[in-house]
Nanobody
């Protein structure tokens, strides 16, 4: 059974930092592109960042480029999202995502490319 569990969310002031983690089990994590998305009430799930299986390629939404850093530790089946210089508009539930086994990711920014999702972790940036 595939499980993705996010952690590290919380309340932080504007300009602060948080580090999210996504622990993966039941999935051949190390061979797949992984992604982070976020969602606020009434809005569609929004792409934040993605990372190739090797970690050599990373992709970011324009809104977070230069502030967020995605990384992974394949030996630990864990992915991370370091978030710096946080803004109120970063407030959302953050989800990690993995593609289905055997799927290749052609557009890592599309939620439809991913089949497994974590339960989400709330990030609130207060001004």
């Amino acid at each position: 059974q595939v499980q993705l569990v996010e952690s590290g969310g919380g309340l932080v002031q504007v300009g602060g930092s948080l580090r999210l983690s996504c622990a993966v089990s039941g999935h051949t994590f190390s061979t797949y592109t992984m992604g982070w998305f976020r969602q606020t009430p009434g809005k569609e799930r929004e792409f934040v960042a993605a990372i190739s299986w090797s970690g050599l390629s990373t992709y970011y939404a324009d809104s977070v480029k230069g502030r967020f850093t995605i990384s992974r530790a394949n030996a630990k089946n864990t992915m991370y999202l370091q978030m710096n210089s946080l803004k109120p508009e970063d407030t959302a539930i953050y989800y990690c995502a993995a593609p289905g086994l055997g799927r290749s990711t052609t557009d890592q920014a599309k939620p439809s490319e991913y089949d497994y999702w974590g339960q989400g972790t709330q990030v609130t940036v207060s001004s």
